[in-house]
């Protein structure tokens, strides 16, 4: 759910809310696959980029 967003000293804020609907367990991954993962798509977007004019 996303509010309408609010000027605050200047800067503008916006509230949002997550709700998850899941089934079962879910662990947070750990810090180390995190940053795998993230590297990963970071190289795949790097190569992406490479290949357009």
């Known amino acids: ?3 309408k967003p ?3 000293n200047g ?3 916006q509230q949002m809310d997550i ?3 899941t089934i079962g367990l879910w ?9 795998r993962e993230y ?3 970071y190289n ?4 992406r980029k490479k290949k357009t004019a």
Not at 27 to 35: M, V
Not at 44 to 47: L, P
């Open 39 to 41: 590297l990963a798509y």
């Open 27 to 35: 662990a947070a991954p750990d810090p180390e696959e995190l940053e």
């Open 19 to 21: 709700h998850y609907n």
């Open 11 to 13: 800067k503008r804020h």
């Open 44 to 47: 795949s977007m790097q190569k």
């Open 1 to 3: 759910m996303v509010s």
């Open 6 to 8: 609010e000027r605050v």
